[in-house]
Structure formats: structure tokens, C-alpha cells
């Protein structure tokens, strides 16, 4: 088994700026993708950023310009900066990685518990 857990979420002002994190940890052999996803209330999940193994981040149009997506390979952590931020960054963010646990292992879809961003005055 494979745990996501973020971190890094809270309230901030239009404008202001936050950073999560992604910790992955458990039965790792190699991240593929990993990504961050956010819910709004009443709203459908959606893609903030995903960044591949050694490839190229991809943005939703959105969070362009405003978000940047990283990750330490070292550690098996992801990271989200966000800055300029808007009311309706509001929602839970979600973590996801693409995991193979095995050299002979098929690929695997894991999910963090989330973390709430709010953007309020």
C-alpha cells in the first residue's frame, strides 16, 4: 500500500500565496506521474497540475502563470506554490501519484485525503 498525505492548506487573503505538499511513502518502486486536484463545493474534481517522471509540467489554464508544480524525487514528495490567489481557488486540494510498487507490479492510482484552501477577506 501506498499513503498520500498533503499538507500546507489553510486560509489566506486574495492575492497572498500558500504551498502544499504531497508526502508519498509506503510500497514504492517508482512514481510515474503525480498531480495535484482540487474540489469546490457542489463542483466536480478537477486537474490543477500534473508532472511526469523527468517530463514536462502540464497546467490547467486556470492556476497558468500563478501555480507551480514540483517534485523532489529524493523524497518522494510533490509540492504546489501557489501565489496570486483568487476566491474561487477555494476548495480541497487532492494529491494523486501513479505508482508502481513492484518491478512486475502494474501501475496503481493513489489519493491523499486532501487539504482545504480557502482565498477569503
Known amino acids: 500500500q501506498v499513503q498520500l498525505v498533503e499538507s500546507g492548506g489553510g486560509l489566506v487573503q486574495p492575492g497572498g500565496s500558500l504551498r502544499l505538499s504531497c508526502a508519498a511513502s509506503?510500497?514504492?518502486?517508482?512514481?510515474?506521474?503525480m498531480g495535484w486536484y482540487r474540489q469546490a463545493p457542489g463542483k466536480q474534481r478537477e486537474l490543477v497540475a500534473t508532472i511526469p517522471s523527468g517530463g514536462t509540467a502540464n497546467y490547467a489554464d486556470s492556476v497558468k502563470g500563478r501555480f507551480t508544480i514540483s517534485r523532489d524525487t529524493a523524497t518522494n514528495t510533490m509540492y504546489l506554490q501557489m501565489t496570486s490567489l483568487k476566491p474561487e481557488d477555494t476548495a480541497v486540494y487532492y494529491c494523486?501519484?501513479?505508482?508502481?510498487?513492484?518491478?512486475?507490479?502494474?501501475?496503481?492510482?493513489?489519493w491523499g485525503q486532501g487539504t482545504q484552501v480557502t482565498v477569503s477577506s
Open positions: 494523486n501519484a501513479v505508482v508502481k510498487s513492484s518491478p512486475w507490479s502494474r501501475n496503481r492510482d493513489y
Open positions: 509506503g510500497s514504492i518502486f517508482r512514481i510515474d506521474a
